[in-house]
């Protein structure tokens, strides 16, 4: 059973930076395709980005494209998520996400997931 905590959300103001970082246990790290999703109350759980089992592909979410980086380090069991630019609404709980395939047309939906981390709260000021 794959387990996933994150850390390093914060508050930050408008244009900062943080690096969210996400650690796997419980499971062979490189034959997980990682993610990050982001959700706000009210609201359904949105799609950030994604990594393939060695960091080959990355794919990301329309809103964070150019601004948002995704990286993974096989050796320390770790996926990151680079927040840059950040604005107000990026605001939100983030989390990590697995699943024990290589990614896949469905690396968007939540429900392709099966594993989840508790989640990390980002808040930007204005």
């Known amino acids: 059973q794959l387990q996933l905590v994150e850390s390093g959300g914060g508050l930050v103001q408008a244009g900062g930076s943080l690096r969210l970082s996400c650690v796997a246990s419980?499971?062979?790290?490189?034959?997980?395709?990682m993610a990050w999703f982001r959700q706000t109350p009210g609201k359904e759980r949105e799609f950030v980005a994604v990594?393939?089992?060695?960091?080959?592909?990355?794919y990301y979410g329309d809103s964070v494209k150019g601004r948002f980086t995704i990286s993974r380090d096989n050796a320390k069991n770790t996926v990151y998520l680079q927040l840059n630019s950040l604005k107000p609404e990026d605001t939100a709980v983030y989390y990590c996400?697995?699943?024990?395939?290589?990614?896949?047309?469905?690396?968007?939906?939540?429900?392709?997931?099966?594993?989840w981390g508790q989640g990390t709260q980002v808040t930007v000021s204005p």
């Open positions: 996400a697995a699943r024990k395939t290589n990614v896949h047309t469905n690396y968007g939906e939540q429900g392709w997931y099966a594993y």
């Open positions: 419980g499971g062979i790290f490189n034959s997980y395709t």
């Open positions: 990594i393939s089992w060695y960091g080959k592909n990355t």
